[in-house]
């Protein structure tokens, strides 16, 4: 089972749902495509741009390493994976 942890600002577009379970194997593309299907386009578009890009000031880890330096959406999710989705912080 794929574990995908969410953090609460993005969580409203799942109902609240901040943990995730998923019985799946493939890429990060895929698996936002299934958590889409459950969820909705909201979700969707919390996590992706219009063109299908993942959104800037969307941080995803996959077991710990950022997903923009694997392979971005081509990211491999191993079954025993944990996905972690956090907003972007910044500051001054």
Do not use: C, H
């Not at 379970?21 to 979700?43: C, S």
């Amino acid at each position: 089972m794929v574990k995908i942890v969410i953090a609460s600002p993005i969580a409203t577009a799942t109902g609240g749902e901040r943990e995730l379970e998923v019985d799946f194997q493939g890429t990060l593309r895929d698996l936002f495509d299934v958590v889409t299907t459950k969820y909705g386009r909201q979700f969707q578009q919390r996590i992706l741009e219009a063109d299908g890009a993942l959104r800037r000031f969307v941080n995803v880890y996959v077991n710990g390493e950022d997903a923009r330096f694997l392979a971005g959406l081509d990211t491999p999710i191993p079954r025993d994976a944990t996905v972690d989705l956090l907003p972007a912080i910044s500051g001054g």
